[in-house]
């Protein structure tokens, strides 16, 4: 059942469906579950709906219409007691190969590779991170969701993992500093953030190209991803 999975091909995959403030999200989205069903994963959808925001749009200079769309998380893996639990996403603000394609490319090789991770963990593939209706933060809204149905889990497990922008250096594991608090916007973080971390490479590089038309597979690196995906797997392994 096994496919062989190349993390740069899917990354140039998951860029050319542009998954743009909501535009073409269903495509992303179907390009993730192609990959799953072809190696015998399942999944089950978390669909809500979310809105652009005029806060968001000016920030980064964007000149779209704001709407509302729908959208999902994809849940792969335990949805009763999962030791780790990851959280990726697969919407983007630019072309997105760093942020974040590569996340999302590096959690589904761990489970392509190790289909039974999936026995005591659990994926959460969300379709929205970049945009918010809510305020004053107008981004993360797919993971707030997902806390909203399935907080239990994120309360019970061992260790909650946000794979956001690897692969363009060595990972890190990031803790309680102000990137942390950026990429992790639970509402009840305060009740979790001991056991949460953000993985994530070159903090220095990801400012310069975050949601800008540089983000593109060129400042990735085939050996830091791959280490990354290997070190994803070793650290889930020993919780």
Known sequence: MYQKFDLM???????????????????????????????????????????????????FKIKVPLEKHRTNNLLV????????IL??????????ALDNASGVAVCLKVLVKHPDFTQDNL???????ET????????GYGYRMFEKKYGRLL??????????????????FFQGDYYFRQAVPLKNLELVKYKTFVLTGSVKYLLAVCH???????????????ASYKELVSVCCLI
Not at 132 to 139: A, N
């Open 9 to 59: 091909e899917f990354i140039n995959q998951l860029v050319a469906c542009e998954p743009r403030l909501g535009k073409n999200l269903i495509k992303a989205e179907k390009l993730i579950a192609k990959t799953l069903e072809n190696n015998g994963l399942s999944y089950s959808h978390q669909p809500f709906i979310v809105a652009d925001t005029p806060e968001l749009a000016k920030e």
């Open 77 to 84: 893996g335990n949805l009763s007691n999962p030791k780790s």
């Open 87 to 96: 959280l990726t996403h697969f919407d983007a603000i630019g072309p997105g």
């Open 123 to 129: 994926v959460v593939f969300s379709g929205s991170e």
């Open 132 to 139: 918010s209706p809510e305020k004053p933060v107008y981004w």
């Open 155 to 172: 309360k019970n497990c061992r260790a909650i993992y946000v794979v956001d922008c690897v692969g363009d250096a060595k990972l890190h």
């Open 212 to 226: 800008t038309r540089k983000d593109t597979i060129a400042g990735l690196s085939e050996k830091y991803l791959e």
